[in-house]
């Protein structure tokens, strides 16, 4: 029956869960307040468990707010912004402060003096400004081909033939790749016989993307193209560009291709790169292509600007892949793919688009002039009127001094907006120690009561279940029950006070009037 009678001491002293004895886990407070409290001939007939564990829960996180001692603290150096995030787990503080050399803590105070408000855009007017530059489309998914293509959930593509899936039972076919493969986009064309021809395939991946409050988009892309392999294939040609339109889902092979064009890359179908026309770009389109071969064998970044959509609400980042293939092999036109050293492939990579139009919603601009001036400014709490820890009077200089400013350690603000603390400038490069209280709820380890709150986390349930029963019995009970979670509640946090009569003594000997002891 013994609580540690499978617990071995040496268990205990080489493990990590030190000093845990003092707790009962919230699944046991649970498990035991249905042994206790719910069945036939107790206070409470029936209940389910979960309505048992949502009260307990509950439970837990009023009496960790004010009764429990909370042991969460973080510590920093303050960095030059002079800001600290906010933990994950974080609710309220219950103390924040600087450590000296020595490790002494010296307590920082908060100031309710200033605050970092949301900064309104303003034209040069005065005018509330809605026109954004410079902004980079969130909504372009996997834009670095870091996980895999999922058409609707990030980019649709062609799809890729291979001698396993082809559609007309040709075993000749070749097996091309279209793939997210290594964090890059990549495009292997074998080549087919076809009636004949020698000939290749073209590919195409594209992307969705809302214009609906945008005027111009910037493009950019890191691309490589396959390179030339005498006799048997020309340089690999791959294109990156805004399209009105998406991609052909279908597969179909290379028909010759003018890069002056606009047009189809593909025979066959009937969607195809409707590249949005642009000034000054390659060929007058909005896209960069890479066809170099191999006059370049690594990755080069493109880009092309002011791209105008202002006109449409969703257009489409599309790219474009084909590695023509020579018809004269020798004259022997059934040549088998393998012949080829290398596979062509082309890559594409890390696509960036900016955007500038007009947002329905109001523009940050920036930080606010008040946080801006506050950590700039010498801190009103530290009045110059000392040379470094010692005070000096200065002849009466410090007459009038509003008592919350007559001290030098500091002071800070929580910023809810941001989820950071702010801090004075005077703390900059100190460390910083937070020290925070939970709700208990973040981790199943978490979920734990002290022994000497456990009597009362049952009262505090059972007022709970009884408090919110339509039963009549249960509602007479309910006063009962809480007079009796006061009680409990009560006596939990004078035992968590920890107060110790001999360190009381030896505070007070401290005082001007000495204690006999």
């Known amino acids: 029956m013994g609580l540690l009678d499978d617990t071995t001491q040496q268990n205990y002293y080489q493990s990590s869960d030190l000093g845990n004895y003092q707790f009962t886990s919230l699944d046991d407070i649970i498990t035991q307040f249905q042994i206790a409290y719910v069945g036939e001939g107790k206070i409470i007939q029936k209940v389910k468990r979960a309505d ?21 603290s973080q510590e920093i150096a303050l960095p030059a912004s002079l800001q600290m995030t906010l933990p994950h787990d974080y609710v309220n503080y219950t103390k924040i402060s600087w450590v000296d050399s020595a490790g002494i803590k010296h307590l920082l105070y908060p100031t309710s003096k200033t605050s970092n408000p949301f900064k309104i855009k303003q034209d040069t007017d005065g005018n509330y400004d809605f026109v954004t530059t410079d902004g980079v489309i969130q909504d372009l998914y996997n834009a670095d081909f870091s996980t895999s293509l999922t058409p609707g959930v990030n980019w649709s593509k062609t799809f890729s033939v291979t001698n396993a899936n082809n559609p007309v039972g040709n075993t000749n076919l070749g097996n091309d790749v279209v793939a997210a ?45 396959a390179a030339a392999q005498a006799g048997f294939s020309n340089q690999g040609v791959v294109r990156v560009g805004i399209s009105s339109t998406p991609g052909d889902s279908d597969t179909n092979l290379i028909k010759t291709n003018d890069p002056s064009t606009n047009d189809q890359i593909t025979t066959g179908g009937t969607d195809g790169p409707n590249f949005l026309p642009v000034t000054d770009s390659l060929n007058g389109f909005a896209y960069v292509e890479w066809a170099e071969g191999t006059t370049v064998t690594s990755t080069t970044t493109k880009s092309v600007n002011n791209i105008d959509v202002s006109s449409y609400n969703e257009v489409y980042v599309l790219i474009t892949s084909f590695a023509p293939m020579l018809e004269d092999l020798g004259g022997d036109d059934t040549l088998s793919p393998t012949t080829f050293t290398n596979i062509p492939t082309n890559t594409v990579d890390n696509i960036i688009v900016n955007f500038e139009g007009a947002s329905p919603n109001l523009l940050d601009d920036g930080d606010s002039t008040t946080w801006s001036n506050y950590k700039s400014a010498t801190p009103s709490e530290n009045q110059d009127n000392y040379q470094d820890d010692t005070y000096w009077p200065l002849d009466g200089s410090r007459y009038g001094l509003d008592p919350q400013h007559a001290q030098a350690n500091g002071s800070f603000y929580i910023d809810c907006r941001l989820g950071k603390i702010h801090f004075s400038s005077n703390i900059s490069g100190k460390t910083v120690i937070l020290d925070y209280i939970s709700d208990s709820l973040g981790t199943d380890d978490e979920m734990q009561v002290h022994k000497f709150a456990e009597e009362a986390m049952y009262k505090y349930i059972a007022y709970a279940i009884l408090s919110t029963s339509s039963q009549p019995i249960h509602q007479q009970l309910a006063p009962r029950f809480k007079k009796e979670r006061f009680a409990e509640t009560r006596k939990a946090k004078l035992r968590l006070s920890n107060i110790k009569l001999e360190e009381l003594t030896q505070i007070l000997r401290g005082k001007s009037k000495q204690i006999k002891h």
């Open 181 to 225: 493969v290594n964090g890059v986009l990549t495009f292997s064309t074998e080549a087919i016989n076809y009636q004949g021809t020698v000939t290749g395939r073209a590919y195409a991946c594209w992307q969705a993307i809302d214009v609906s409050n945008m005027d111009l988009l910037d493009l950019k892309a890191d691309g490589l193209s």
């Open 52 to 72: 048992i564990a949502f009260h307990a829960q509950r439970g837990l996180q009023e009496f960790s707010f004010d009764t429990f001692k909370s042991c969460k």
